[in-house]
């Protein structure tokens, strides 16, 4: 039988593809003309309309005049930290606990609370929230798709803000904001290679058609992993970044992302977590479409669409060895299936507007649905559709030009439970010029998610055969977890120094707090005593202290900053005859010291040192963690060739003895690699 | 001796023919306006012409033509022609009419490129839209006296504007930090460089540096580094430029019936120059983000003025 030749219907189709493109790129420049009034007279510059290129969402909210404490890590900190991803990058925040689960799972925490799957945080990207809904809801940092250099700067909200991005941000919230199409090199390489199998290769484009900036990036990224670990890995990412100006009042953003990640995953010698590989992936497609009549004034319509995957799947043998109820002889067959498939479809319209000079008000509502198709987390095996509604609104009044007060409330409401209020009242006062007082009291509700909801694991023996539950549903449904929190803060910026300094004194009173806890299962499985985890939201937590952060500043590339902080965690937990867990959440005492110079032009030096007090992500003695310390070292050399900028770094992390940031007895050390980036 | 009695002669027969041109059944204007538009800031200039003539000299005879239809005999039997914008200015020149003609809502690039222009400037001058280095650099010494360093980017047609800027910001202990832009692939390298330390980017009125393309990249990265931007626009302002030192088409009107009111009382035409009288726009957003205290539009504007030894 005549095969038809494969190379001319394949040529067709990718010239049909192009075709489409370039017709596509051809209206948008038709648009451009019309829509904009700007024609080819040399007097259209200065008489011309342009559109708003900085609006209130890309213009930063002045520290002094938000709500709460915020940090910023801009781009030049960010490349001088070295760091192969963002999560690293919080250690240079005060109040917050960086720990490795695995040589590819950081874990993020703010003040605390949290085990192997902190949740209490919420982590965006240009608006779209990173946590994954299938389990615990922690944030999935490895499937980031954005490459650290195509960050504009990180943006941490350190405090409650569920008033203005609900549930998730129940303790704090990290903004990473990218860099816009139009501001990234033409070209952009990156090579990194090092110690412990360290290879990344990232390369980015840039390219502007008209009105039209894109962006692609991708990368290849792996590590060996830990030692003793079974969690060497390897990422494969795209991300793509498109700003479009259709008219000089309305700008479109596409972003869109890739990311599959191929892992070893499970424990040696362990049965039920036999080491095995991994695979998961994760893409996404978001449109943001704003409309900006005006400098005052913006309307942003996004909408988003996410899915994810993991492949996982494997089988146990048990045999009565392992298993002294089964006859001798007889074996079991345990078939597992950790794999899951995620669908996010979330729509979101903000609208901000100043009815009066000394007035701005930002409103908003958004829906976000999660279809979650997780068979092992939840029996019998069914798809869970899972939604959440919220309403959003902040009030910001410039009282007079020493008194500005801000006054939102957030909406919420799930599947589970009714609207819940978050409201929150903050007053900024300029002391003097440069010196500004801050208040702040509100309250925050957190939504307990599916699996905290209905989480039903169980594992089966020859398909049949109960053995085990793991997790059991709770006895009713949790109400969402509350914290209210008051702070008093004190900001001075001192630009004649280019000093600035924060200082922080906080309360975060949290009750009804989800927690996990053996109870006997219903159903008897032979297995664990017969006992499954079951959430039980009666825990509490106060949480009190003062956070530091000065930092002298007299050039871009030339910082010397210190943080500190002080929590103080109690809980009811002694009350309930449980472990104290929440108490040793975070250690008491944390600091660091951040150091970038030039001392030579085209050098540059970049120094952090942390110390963290003793700590544990985990309830057990045996869990918990000494005081360490840590220090990351950084050396870079600008060789620019032409129009080419190069630069050679070396960066060495966790400089100094071995020592464990997680579990005791997983030990990590020092690692060097060299990085090579060229931009033309 | 001669020339008093010539001008004396001359001021005699304008007079005359004002006095005759004033009666009726006169069908030629004395006032030509051609305009490249009849709509925006065109309308705009052509109004502001038009009623501050009528109130200063109520009896000139004004006709408004668009350049569509220009043709020299549409042009006779009046005393002075005046072009709003490029267009109507490039069709005048073309025809190179033998009376009075300033052109105005016109970059002096635009300007300089005319056709058949002549050597001496006795018969053609112009209003330009430019607004003059000293000016920019006195604003910005004005709004931000903590600023050091200006950032220049010059492309082919802002090489004067720039050099001028440069010379004068020396002279004012200003440092001056400048890179070339030949092509697009230009400006991102040089905004990187003049930007390396945080500057007040002055953005000329160069299309191929500056224009509705590019300004996303010059805004953003400004911004990134921290840098105000000066633009030549209120539009660049609303875009997010700090500052913006412009002069409304009402105010080039105004300014040209002040010439016009001249040359028809018998005075030479003046050479061509910049507007007198101008806007200074202030972004308080983008102030207030990157943290700069800056007086209002009007005061600056006032004071600037008053500089200028203008109230």
């Not at chain 1, 904001?177 to 840039?206: F, K, W, Y």
């Not at chain 1, 009714?418 to 300029?430: D, E, T």
């Not at chain 1, 449904?477 to 929190?485: H, I, K, S």
Request: glycine fraction near 8%.
């Amino acid at each position: 039988m005549p095969q038809p030749h494969p190379c001319p219907a394949f040529s067709l189709r990718q010239f049909g593809r192009w075709g489409v493109l370039y017709g596509a790129l051809g209206a948008l420049s038709v648009a451009q003309a019309s829509g904009m009034a700007l024609g080819d007279a040399p007097e259209d510059a200065y008489l011309g309309d342009l559109p708003v290129v900085l609006s209130a969402s890309r213009l930063a909210q002045p520290t002094r005049e938000a709500p709460g404490a915020i940090t910023v890590i801009d781009r030049d900190m960010i490349r001088a930290s070295g760091a192969r991803s963002v999560a690293e990058l919080l250690r240079w925040v005060p109040g917050f606990q960086v720990g490795e689960a695995n040589a590819f799972r950081p874990l993020t925490a703010y003040h605390g609370l949290a085990d192997d799957n902190p949740r209490r945080m919420l982590v965006r990207v240009d608006g779209r929230s990173l946590y994954s809904p299938y389990f615990l809801s922690g944030v999935e940092w490895h499937k980031l798709t954005v490459d650290i250099d195509d960050i504009e700067r990180i943006e941490v909200f350190r405090g409650s803000n569920a008033t203005a991005f609900g549930s998730q941000a129940f303790m704090g919230v990290v903004n990473i904001i990218t860099r816009p199409a139009a501001d990234t090199p033409g070209l952009r390489m990156r090579i990194t290679q090092g110690e412990n199998g360290i290879r990344d290769r990232q390369v980015s484009i840039a390219q502007q058609f008209g009105p039209l900036n894109v962006r692609l990036g991708m990368g290849r990224e792996s590590d060996d992993g830990t030692k003793g670990l079974e969690d060497n890995w390897q990422k494969h990412r795209a991300d793509l970044r498109m700003d479009w100006q259709p008219a000089a009042t309305h700008r479109v953003e596409i972003h869109a992302g890739g990311v599959r990640f191929d892992n070893r995953a499970g424990t040696a010698g362990e049965l039920s977590d036999p080491p095995r590989d991994q695979r998961s992936s994760s893409s996404f497609g978001q449109i943001r479409w704003h409309w900006l009549p005006d400098a005052q004034e913006e309307l942003t319509l996004s909408y988003l669409h996410q899915s994810e995957r993991l492949k996982d799947d494997y089988g146990i043998l048990i045999t009565s060895a392992e298993f002294p109820l089964l006859p001798s002889g007889t074996t079991i067959n345990v078939g597992v299936d950790f794999g899951y498939t995620v669908d996010r479809d979330e729509l979101e319209l903000e609208h901000t507007f100043s009815p009066r000079d000394d007035v701005r008000i930002v409103w908003g509502l958004g829906q976000r649905q999660d279809r979650i198709d997780a068979p092992q987390y939840f029996y019998p095996g069914k798809a869970i559709t899972y939604t959440s509604r919220r309403l959003f609104g902040n009030l910001e009044w410039r009282a007079t030009e020493r008194w500005l007060i801000n006054l939102g409330a957030m909406s919420e409401e799930d599947d589970y439970n009714s609207a819940q209020l978050s409201p929150r009242l903050g007053i900024n006062f300029l002391l003097a010029p440069e010196h500004t007082l801050r208040a702040a009291i509100g309250r925050a509700y957190r939504q307990p998610f599916p699996f905290e909801q209905e989480g039903d694991a169980r594992f089966y023996g020859n398909g049949v055969i109960l053995l085990r539950q793991a997790y059991q549903p709770p006895s009713e449904t949790l109400a969402p977890e509350r914290l209210r929190f008051r702070e008093l803060g004190y900001l001075a910026e001192l630009e004649r120094w280019r000093t600035s300094l924060d200082i922080r004194v906080f309360e975060e009173r949290v009750d009804r707090l989800t927690h996990f806890q053996s109870t006997p299962s219903p159903l008897y499985p032979p297995m664990d005593d017969g006992e499954a985890k079951q959430p039980i939201g009666n825990r509490k937590a106060d949480i009190r202290g003062a956070e530091l952060s000065l930092m002298w500043r007299p050039a871009a590339t030339s910082w010397l900053g210190l943080n500190y902080s002080r929590i103080e965690v109690s809980s009811n937990e002694k009350d309930i005859q449980s472990k104290p867990f929440y108490k040793n959440s975070a250690p008491r005492t944390a600091a660091s010291i951040l150091a970038g110079w030039a001392p030579w032009p085209d050098w540059h030096f970049s120094i952090a040192h942390h110390y963290v007090g003793a700590m544990a992500w985990y309830r057990d003695e045996d869990d918990s963690l000494p005081a360490y310390q840590r220090t990351d070292l950084r050396v870079a050399r600008r060789l620019d060739i032409g129009t080419t900028r190069a630069e050679l770094a070396v960066t060495i992390s966790n400089i100094g003895a071995h020592h464990a940031e997680y579990v005791p007895w997983i030990k990590t050390g020092p690692a060097a690699y060299a990085t090579l980036r060229l931009e033309i | 001796m001669r020339a008093a009695l010539r001008l004396f002669l001359f001021r005699l027969a304008a007079s005359l023919a004002l006095v005759a041109m004033a009666g009726p059944g006169w069908a030629a204007p004395h006032l030509i306006i051609v305009n490249s538009s009849s709509d925006g800031a065109y309308g705009e200039a052509s109004a502001a012409l038009r009623s501050q003539l009528q109130r200063t000299m109520p009896w000139v005879e004004i006709e408004e033509q668009g350049w569509e239809e220009m043709a020299a005999q549409r042009l006779e039997g009046s005393r002075m022609i005046v072009t709003i914008g490029t267009q109507a200015a490039r069709v005048v020149a073309g025809l190179s009419p033998r009376q009075p003609v300033l052109h105005t809502l016109l970059p002096s690039s635009a300007y300089s490129r005319l056709p058949n222009m002549p050597k001496s400037g006795a018969t053609v001058s112009a209003i330009l839209l430019d607004q003059p280095a000293e000016r920019q650099i006195a604003l910005i010494r004005l709004a931000l006296p903590d600023w050091k360093r200006i950032a220049l980017l010059t492309g082919s047609d802002s090489e004067a504007l720039n050099l001028r800027l440069g010379e004068l910001a020396r002279e004012r202990q200003l440092e001056v930090r400048e890179a070339n832009v030949n092509t697009d692939r230009d400006l991102y390298p040089a905004l990187q460089r003049v930007l390396a330390e945080p500057a007040v980017l002055i953005a000329s009125p160069d299309a191929q540096v500056f224009n509705s393309f590019t300004v996303q990249n010059v805004l953003l990265t400004a911004y990134r580094h921290r840098s105000p931007v000066v633009g030549f626009s209120s539009a660049y302002v609303r875009a997010g430029a700090l500052l913006g030192l412009y002069s409304t088409p009402e105010q080039i009107g105004q300014q040209a019936a002040e010439t016009v009111q001249k040359v028809l009382s018998g005075e030479a035409l003046p050479p061509p120059r910049p507007p007198r009288q101008f806007e200074v726009a202030v972004n308080a957003n983008v102030a207030r983000s990157l943290g700069i205290q800056l007086d209002s539009a009007e005061r600056l504007g006032n004071e600037l003025a008053r500089r200028e030894g203008r109230p």
